[in-house]
């Protein structure tokens, strides 16, 4: 493989990757939302939406924004967040042997303090 395609390029390209499916899929979002009024059949609200779109469109994004809001914001009231993050530490070896070393840190820190206290 050339240096052009190492292991780093792949990783970044696959973090990008990632990270744009996050945008696709408020997008695919937005699509399902109009994809439900459409198949709500002839009624007021599918022909509002679809007869008036320069007024629907901006409605339903200010409609979809506040709710993303609120569940976010609910989800990180709700700790949900916090566990996620805690777990995704717990299945990361790089953090965990950091968290081991800070342990370690801590335990020669607090002996050489009594050790100190003890001399005195």
Excluded: C
């Amino acid at each position: 493989m050339s240096s052009r395609f190492n292991k780093k390029s792949f990783i970044r390209w696959k973090v990008y990757i990632d990270r744009s499916k996050m945008y696709i899929g408020y997008v695919q979002f937005l699509l399902i939302i109009f994809v439900f009024i459409k198949s709500l059949g002839d009624n007021p609200v599918t022909e509002f939406v679809f007869n008036s779109p320069m007024i629907a469109v901006p409605i339903i994004l200010v409609i979809f924004v506040v709710v993303s809001l609120l569940l976010g914001y609910l989800d990180s009231r709700l700790g949900f967040r916090e566990e996620e993050i805690r777990n995704h530490a717990k299945s990361n070896p790089v953090l965990m042997d950091i968290q081991k070393s800070l342990a370690e840190l801590n335990d020669k820190v607090a002996k050489m303090e009594q050790n100190k206290n003890s001399d005195t």
